[in-house]
């Protein structure tokens, strides 16, 4: 390939892009932006170092390097919050267990009684069975991911919208009226969003594909997420040992929920920081290989996983823990007003609210990014600087653009819900036929459970995409070395949403130059 068309910008601006033509032996050494430029330098014996330089400063990047502590004010928080409700779980699930209010703890809760009480054993094989499934689901993507990955992801992005419509439908049939409203919106909001990227989906695939295709050729990775989904099925058989407990608890239905409530938002934050402890680990992982070319080149630096390993349950554990509380919410609500904004045409008034909501959320993403665990994994940073990083990198190179056109996440997201809604139909229905009143308690923490452990083996491939991401904006050489005609695919995408964002600008500054002159002509 004699020419390689590559399109940069040194800043985001809504007139202007660059295009720099480089042939195959200047792309082979350097990558020139308008702020910098990005070398890679031979490893060394001790470690791989990657140097940046531009802006009047250098830095040089080691994975050995030795880390500092990070967010420790977040980590305390997580090990008080994960002791706490430990206890509080133990103290829930032997209060009924075997005998009736065997700690006396009814007496607090006298005021609420409503309801038989029931015993813990009589629930648990429920969340036995959540957690079975949900672990079966796990494993089964992670088995499948080389042969039937792109088919699974295909059948979660069509098979949601028809799933959450006819649980809805159940649900009024049921007399549910609330689960029903709920689910129904849920299909609704799934709808309109397939609707509104329908276009981007083929590029969305293909990233998969080679996302999927990276880990497969990493075991050691795959090891990792099996750990993972194990050490979540412990934690899980705790949580749900004292969330039956509360099912069988004499309170009534409110106060039930609302114990409910806290317990789930719990389980979410430690679910979300052991799934983003292996987006770390690998991360860090696949970065590393992509440095130095594969893993079987020499020059790799032995046990590299037990060292992302290591940085994760460290130094970095406090800000996964920080960022695991915020993330997940922030990233879904982003994806939501991009599809609305995508498809509201030409109303002003609606148009001028989304906008406000998504410049918003725009800022919040500057802060709370998934990409910032990448930076955590290589850099050992702080979340939010790991967050601005990250975006700043974005945002100055370009790629920015491709990657909020990417909708990955949202697939793999689809994937979670669809397994966690499987999950949550087993126990529900089986706990329909036994208890009718308590199955939506049932199935709903259910559903909870599951998709925490299907999202362990999602988070595998969602770690390869950001970690494909970070490794483009910072040395594009990277994925050209890995795979080229993914680098001519990518770079093809990229060149054509920054024409596309170009030509937008200035349909708005003609647009906004016109609105200026019909004032200016009507006092004449």
């Not at 985001?12 to 032996?25: C, F, G, K, R, V």
């Not at 531009?54 to 090990?79: A, I, K, P």
């Not at 088919?151 to 159940?170: D, G, P, R």
């Amino acid at each position: 390939m004699s020419q390689i068309w590559f399109t940069t910008i040194s800043t985001i601006t809504m007139h202007n892009t660059a295009m720099i033509p480089l042939d195959s032996q200047e792309a082979k050494a350097w990558l020139h932006h308008n702020h910098g430029a990005w070398q890679l330098q031979k490893p060394t014996e001790k470690a791989w170092r990657y140097r940046r330089s531009g802006n009047n400063n250098s830095e040089v990047v080691t994975m050995e390097q030795r880390r500092r502590w990070h967010d420790v004010f977040w980590l305390g928080v997580f090990v008080i919050q994960l002791i706490g409700m430990g206890f509080v779980l133990g103290v829930l699930g032997l209060n009924r267990f075997k005998k009736k209010n065997r700690l006396d703890i009814d007496k607090y809760t006298y005021r609420f009684m409503e309801n038989e009480a029931g015993l813990t054993e009589d629930y648990w094989p429920l969340y036995a069975v959540a957690g079975g499934v949900g672990t079966a689901l796990g494993w089964s993507w992670l088995l499948l991911m080389g042969s039937r990955a792109t088919q699974m992801m295909k059948v979660s992005v069509h098979i949601l919208t028809t799933y959450l419509a006819v649980i809805s439908v159940l649900c009024f049939w049921a007399e549910q009226f609330f689960w029903g409203v709920a689910f129904a919106i849920g299909a609704a909001l799934q709808f309109l969003y397939v609707i509104s990227v329908i276009d981007r989906l083929p590029f969305t695939m293909l990233v998969l594909q080679k996302a999927v295709k990276m880990v497969w050729n990493l075991p050691e990775v795959m090891r990792v997420a099996y750990a993972f989904m194990l050490v979540v099925l412990l934690w899980m058989a705790l949580w749900s040992f004292g969330a039956a407990g509360v099912v069988a608890s004499s309170m009534g239905d409110g106060g039930r929920w609302w114990l409910l409530v806290v317990l789930s938002i719990s389980l979410f934050w430690t679910g979300a920081v052991l799934c983003n402890t292996v987006h770390v680990i690998v991360s860090g992982t696949v970065v590393l290989v992509s440095i130095h070319g594969g893993r079987e080149v020499a020059s790799i630096p032995a046990n590299s996983l037990l060292k992302s390993l290591q940085y994760a349950l460290t130094t970095s554990f406090g800000s996964i823990c920080y960022g695991s509380l915020f993330t997940a919410a922030i990233r879904t609500l982003r994806w939501e007003i991009r599809g609305i904004r995508s498809k509201i045409g030409k109303n002003e008034c609606l148009l001028c609210c989304v906008d406000f909501l998504f410049h918003l959320v725009e800022t919040l993403v500057r802060f709370f990014n998934k990409y910032a665990y990448v930076q955590i994994a290589v850099y050992g940073k702080s979340f939010n600087h790991s967050a601005r990083d990250a975006w700043e990198l974005f945002q100055s190179t370009g790629v920015e653009a491709i990657v909020a056109y990417d909708c990955s996440g949202a697939v793999l997201l689809m994937g979670t819900i669809c397994g966690g809604l499987i999950t949550g139909t087993c126990s529900g229905v089986w706990a329909w036929i036994k208890w009718s009143d308590r199955a939506f308690m049932i199935g709903t923490t259910s559903m909870l459970m599951g998709m925490i452990l299907v999202g362990v083996a999602m988070v595998v491939v969602e770690s390869a995409v950001t970690s494909i991401y970070i490794c483009y904006a910072e040395d594009p050489l990277l994925i050209q070395r890995w795979d080229p005609d993914f680098f001519n695919q990518i770079s093809e995408t990229l060149n054509q949403r920054l024409q596309h964002r170009s030509s937008r600008a200035r349909e708005v500054l003609t647009h906004n130059q016109l609105d200026n002159c019909i004032p200016e002509n009507a006092s004449i």
